[in-house]
């Protein structure tokens, strides 16, 4: 399915999901490039910063270290923005436009210690604010924001239709976290073996 992951930021990804999973969490965000060549790892160690895609598990306040991450990332070019941020519960702000416009309509941000944030060069489906990342999975346990693409989507999202999902937007990503899904109920596997599966397939 992927064509271009990148190593280090898949095994990255995992290893913020394995934070996730052990912390006991039964809700886990799941950030995932699939072209992008570059990844860094700043002097925190639980903050990730690559291309588009930000995301914080630590003991600080999320929110804004995620929009210092995505304003950083501004020169790149991009058409909308977007933040997961994850207390006990799930609060997802998502729009087209700038960062500043997503500032404006999250205003004070919900406390939260873990997040992940995007900013979207759209691909799949026309910039606006359905497709505008995180996307989540049906059934909510899932949110994931991604760079790049999912060459095979096409097929998977008429595997995924026939076997009950829906989906809320045009783009390849929603696809994915929902196949993830898929598989781990499936395979009854735990999420990083089924992130594997899926980015494999
Ligand atoms: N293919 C995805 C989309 O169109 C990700 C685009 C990106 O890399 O920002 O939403």
């Not at 399915?1 to 290893?15: I, N, P």
């Not at 570059?38 to 291309?51: E, G, W």
Request: contains cysteine; charged residues 20%.
């Amino acid at each position: 399915m992927v064509q271009r992951t990148h190593t280090y930021f898949k095994q990255a990804c995992l290893r913020l999901v394995s934070m996730a999973l052990k912390t006991g969490l039964t809700q886990a965000s799941v950030s995932i490039s699939t072209c992008m060549p570059k990844a860094t790892r700043s002097k925190h160690q639980n903050y990730l910063l690559m291309c588009g895609i930000v995301g914080y598990l630590g003991t600080r306040e999320a929110y804004p270290i995620l929009i210092q991450g995505l304003k950083r990332l501004e020169y790149r070019g991009y058409d909308s923005a977007g933040v997961a941020l994850f207390n006990g519960h799930l609060d997802m702000f998502k729009c087209k436009g700038k960062v500043a416009d997503l500032e404006a309509i999250v205003g004070t941000a919900p406390a939260a210690t873990m997040g992940i944030g995007h900013t979207r060069w759209a691909t799949h489906g026309e910039p606006n604010d359905p497709n505008s990342h995180p996307h989540a999975s049906n059934s909510g346990r899932l949110v994931m924001v991604h760079n790049g693409i999912i060459e095979n989507f096409a097929a998977l999202k008429e595997l995924l239709s026939k076997a009950g999902y829906v989906f809320h937007s045009d783009t390849d990503t929603e696809v994915l976290v929902n196949f993830i899904e898929y598989i781990q109920d499936q395979e009854e596997v735990e999420l990083d073996q089924a992130v594997r599966l899926a980015l494999n397939e």
